[in-house]
T-cell receptor, first 113, second 114 residues
Framework: EAGVTQFPSHSVIEKGQTVTLRCDPI?????LYWYRRVMGKEIKFLLH????????ESGMPNNRFLAERTGGTYSTLKVQPAELEDSGVYFC???????????FGQGTRLTVV | GENVEQHPSTLSVQEGDSAVIKCTYS??????FPWYKQELGKRPQLIID?????GEKKDQRIAVTLNKTAKHFSLHITETQPEDSAVYFC?????????????FGTGTRLLVSP
């Protein structure tokens, strides 16, 4: 079974630019989560999709971040415009049920310069 | 909201020694406590978890203990091996309202020297 896949693995952009991160969950996993780890701090929850619906987006830092999961398959996380403090590693995870183990992707390292 | 503190931030041990990582949490309603291991350049992987209805869980060389009264939980690794070297994260969540809305600790970098 293929794992959670994230693209790109690394991204370096200038402040003010737009970046879109993509996550392909494990096939059949209705639940998809985004997390991020900023500057070596703790990993923080951003949001949770159940299929194409946002179940919980309480962790989204501000309106510069937009997450979508059209069709309930892959998800994108867009940052527009990017700020320096957005630098960090963005993780995606997926689970079959909302109360079962979530499997993480390898993350996208975003650097805003 | 929930806050999870993790100590130590780094831990160096000799191969064969035991390693203990400790976490405390603030939300008494939290009832699910997983531990993740992230090797360099790889994805975080769940290695063990515990729910608040038990006080201890063991899986080969890894064990987790939970003290609900004191609101702390610990990861114990016995007979450490170089391949145990990684960053370990503890986390907490409420199973009924956000199982994977995990609040993580800041991580412990474990280095096991041969």
């Amino acid at each position: 079974e293929a794992g959670v896949t994230q693209f790109p693995s690394h991204s370096v952009i200038e402040k003010g630019q737009t970046v879109t991160l993509r996550c392909d969950p494990i096939s059949g996993h209705d639940n998809l989560y985004w997390y991020r780890r900023v500057m070596g701090k703790e990993i923080k929850f951003l949001l949770h999709f159940v299929k194409e619906s946002k179940q919980d987006e309480s962790g989204m830092p501000n309106n510069r971040f937009l997450a979508e999961r059209t069709g309930g398959t892959y998800s994108t996380l867009k940052v527009q415009p990017a700020e320096l403090e957005d630098s960090g590693v963005y993780f995606c995870a997926s689970s079959r049920q909302s109360n079962t183990e979530a499997f993480f992707g390898q993350g996208t390292r975003l650097t805003v310069v | 909201g929930e806050n999870v503190e993790q100590h130590p931030s780094t831990l160096s041990v000799q191969e064969g020694d035991s390693a203990v990582i400790k976490c405390t949490y603030s939300d008494s309603a939290s009832n699910y406590f997983p531990w993740y291991k992230q090797e360099l350049g790889k994805r975080p992987q769940l290695i063990i978890d515990i729910r608040s209805n038990v006080g201890e869980k063991k899986d080969q060389r890894i064990a987790v203990t939970l003290n609900k009264t004191a609101k702390h939980f610990s990861l114990h690794i016995t007979e450490t091996q170089p391949e145990d070297s990684a960053v370990y994260f503890c986390a907490a969540s409420r199973e009924n309202t956000g199982f994977q809305k995990l609040v993580f600790g800041t991580g412990t970098r474990l280095l096991v020297s041969p």
